[in-house]
Structures are given as C-alpha cells and as structure tokens.
C-alpha cells in the first residue's frame, strides 16, 4: 500500500513562530487531506488539497502531487495551534476515499 | 461538510465485554470508514462500512472481532468484541462523498474505549 512519511515528528515553538510541515508519500494520489488533532482528540480538517495551494487564515497548504509531497505552513502560531498534524492520502478510484495516515507531526506552541 | 456524531464519547468497560459504537452523520454520505487510533499513534483504518451489506476489512481486522453495520447512508455501527486491554483505543467513524466533486473525508469525535 500507499506510505506517508510526515516530518519533523516533533516541533516546538514560541508563539509567533512560523513552520513547514511536510508530508512525502510513495504513489500518485488523487486524495490529500490535513487534519489537526486537538488534546481532546477530535479530528479538525484543515485541508482538502490533492494538488495546488490553498490558504485559510494564518494556514496555507501546498501540494506538488508530480512530485509527491505536500507542505503545511502555519504562520504566526498561537498556543491554539498545539496537538498533532496528520497528512492523509488515497489513491483509490470511483468512490474510494479510504485514506492513510502518516504518524503525524506534534506541535507545541509554547506561549 | 458533514457533522458527524459518535457516541459514546468514551466508555470503561470489562474484559471479556463487547461495546457498540453508534455513529450518526448529517446527510448522506456516500462512504463510511471506521478507524483505530491507540495511544500514541496515527489512524489506522479497520473497515469501510456498505450500505446494506458486509463490511470491508482491512488487513488484520476480522468480522467476527468487529462486526459493523451500515443499515442506511447516514448511520452505521461498530462492535467491538470480547474486548481486552489491547483494544483500548479511539475508533473514529469518518464519512465522505457527499459532495459530487470532493473526496473530502470528515471525522466524528471519536469513541475512547479503556478496558480494563
């Protein structure tokens, strides 16, 4: 199956740091999703990008699909924006949005 | 997007047990997912949930073990049986497809399950 490599595993910031998230995945997609994971678990989509830019706020995301990655940048972060990232790809046909998830990428954002 | 609610939220529960997950989504939907999270770790999926037939399940994951139920386009239920320490876990339900152009998938908060 499809492998997503997210890095850096962990990451801690001051408040008002930028970041890149990166996301690399072995095989051509036609799905890409960002999440962020608050404490409480809950799943927040962030991005639905399986090419392109797109940006929301202080989040923009860009994905290279001929090349395989897909970046996640936050600027100006606040403490808020603590909890883990996750890149999750397919590559299913038709209808298939089965997605994998890499290990994600833990933010702390310190105030 | 879809809003997706799960419950129980989270539940302690007794070896040897088995718990059932509800899930309930907004609108139609054209897929289901149920997924594991264990602590610490990433979302690992267990089966796509079709409607008004057997689920499909992944790689290491077993009816018998997690029986699920789609019944319509918008609900759909995972058992988790005779339950051990091992199956602490978040299941997650994630539903998409609602949308024509988009293979948006969107999550439920989650079922936290101890056992004990």
């Known amino acids: 199956g499809i492998q997503v490599e997210q890095s850096p595993p962990d990451l801690i910031l001051q408040e008002g740091a930028n970041s890149t998230l990166r996301c690399n995945f072995s095989?051509?997609?036609?799905?890409l999703q960002w999440f962020h994971q608050n404490p409480w678990g809950q799943l927040i989509n962030l991005f639905y990008?399986?090419?392109g830019t797109k940006q929301n706020g202080r989040l923009s995301a860009t994905t290279v699909a001929t090349e395989r990655y897909s970046l996640l940048y936050i600027s100006s972060s606040q403490t808020t924006d603590s909890g883990v990232y996750f890149c999750?790809?397919?590559?299913?046909?038709?209808?298939?949005?089965?997605?994998?998830f890499g290990k994600g990428t833990l933010l702390t954002v310190n105030p | 997007s879809a809003v997706i609610s799960q419950k129980p939220s989270r539940d302690i529960c007794q070896r040897g047990t088995s718990l059932t997950i509800q899930c309930q989504v907004d609108?139609?939907?054209?897929?289901m997912f149920w997924y594991r999270q264990q602590p610490g770790q990433s979302l690992t999926l267990i089966a796509t949930?079709?409607?008004?037939?057997?689920?499909?399940?992944e790689s290491g994951f077993v009816i018998d073990k997690f029986p699920i139920s789609r019944p319509n386009l918008t609900f759909s239920t995972l058992t988790v049986s005779n339950m051990s320490p091992e199956d602490s876990s978040i299941y997650l339900c994630?539903?998409?497809?609602?949308?024509?152009?988009?293979?948006?998938?969107?999550f439920g908060e989650g079922s936290r399950l101890t056992v004990l």
């Open positions: 609108s139609q939907v054209t897929m």
């Open positions: 095989d051509s997609v036609n799905n």
């Open positions: 990008i399986p090419s």
């Open positions: 999750a790809v397919g590559n299913g046909g038709g209808s298939n949005y089965k997605l994998t």
């Open positions: 949930a079709n409607q008004g037939s057997e689920a499909t399940y």
């Open positions: 994630s539903g998409g497809g609602h949308s024509a152009n988009t293979g948006e998938l969107f």
